[in-house]
């Protein structure tokens, strides 16, 4: 399984950034795919989810604002951000689990800065 992040960037408060996931060897259509992101000096923080039947779920600090999506024939995951704020300033990871392990891409930078 190899998860690739990528879309994160440099970006102004309210100003939108949109990140990918593209996943290899499990299918994203069948997989409760997860984002999560580690702020500077911070733990890793759970930001959303999108279930197998396409129920998506979101941590209080994002609802409203970013919006989780996957699309099944590119096999890839979306983050929708809009409206970022500083504390948005992270690595944002991919995550998926099957019976054997937990799987997570190496991140895609994102800085919210005047």
């Known amino acids: 399984v190899q998860l690739v992040e990528s879309g994160g960037g440099l970006v102004h408060p309210g100003e939108s950034l949109r990140l990918s996931c593209v996943a290899s060897?499990?299918?994203?259509?069948?997989?409760?795919m997860y984002w999560y992101r580690q702020a500077p000096g911070k733990g890793r923080e759970y930001v959303a989810e999108?279930?197998?039947?396409?129920?998506?779920h979101y941590a209080d600090s994002v609802k409203g604002r970013f919006t989780i999506s996957r699309d099944n024939a590119q096999n890839t995951l979306y983050l929708q951000m809009d409206n970022l704020q500083p504390e948005g300033t992270a690595v944002y990871y991919c995550?998926?689990?099957?019976?054997?392990?937990?799987?997570w891409g190496r991140g895609t930078q994102v800085t919210v800065s005047s």
């Open positions: 995550n998926t689990a099957n019976q054997t392990a937990d799987y």
């Open positions: 999108i279930t197998t039947a396409g129920s998506p």
């Open positions: 060897g499990i299918d994203v259509s069948t997989s409760w």
